[in-house]
Nanobody, 122 residues
Framework: QVQLVESGGGLVQPGGSLRLSCAAS????????MGWYRQVPGKERELVAL???????KYLDSVKGRFTISRDNAKNTVYLQMNSLKPEDTAVYYC????????????????WGQGTQVTVSS
C-alpha cells in the first residue's frame, strides 16, 4: 500500500500561481511514477502531469509551458508548480502514484490522494 498526502491548493486570481505538494509513504517501491490528475463535476478525471522516478515527464497539452512537475526522491515528494493560472484550471486536483509502463500505460496498482481544491477566480 502507498499513502499519498497532498498539500497546497486554494483560491487564486487569474494569472496567479500555486504549488501543490504530494508526499508518499508506504511501499514506495511498488510505484514508478507520481503525478496529478484533476476533475470537475460532470467530467472525467484527466491527467495533468506525471513524472517517473527517472524524471521523465508527461503533461496535459493545455498546461504545457505553465505547469512544471518535479520530485524530491529523498523526500518521496512530488510538486506541481502552476503558473499563469486560468479559470479553466479550476478543479479538484488528485495526487496519483502508480506503476506505469511504455507510453504511460498503467501496468500495476495505482493510488490516490484525498484531493485538493484549486479555484481560479477574480
Amino acid at each position: 500500500q502507498v499513502q499519498l498526502v497532498e498539500s497546497g491548493g486554494g483560491l487564486v486570481q487569474p494569472g496567479g500561481s500555486l504549488r501543490l505538494s504530494c508526499a508518499a509513504s508506504g511501499v514506495i517501491s511498488s510505484i514508478n511514477a507520481m503525478g496529478w490528475y484533476r476533475q470537475v463535476p460532470g467530467k472525467e478525471r484527466e491527467l495533468v502531469a506525471l513524472i517517473t522516478s527517472g524524471s521523465n515527464t508527461k503533461y496535459l497539452d493545455s498546461v504545457k509551458g505553465r505547469f512544471t512537475i518535479s520530485r524530491d526522491n529523498a523526500k518521496n515528494t512530488v510538486y506541481l508548480q502552476m503558473n499563469s493560472l486560468k479559470p479553466e484550471d479550476t478543479a479538484v486536483y488528485y495526487c496519483n502514484g502508480g506503476k506505469y509502463g511504455a507510453r504511460w500505460k498503467l501496468v500495476g496498482n495505482e493510488y490516490w490522494g484525498q484531493g485538493t481544491q484549486v479555484t481560479v477566480s477574480s
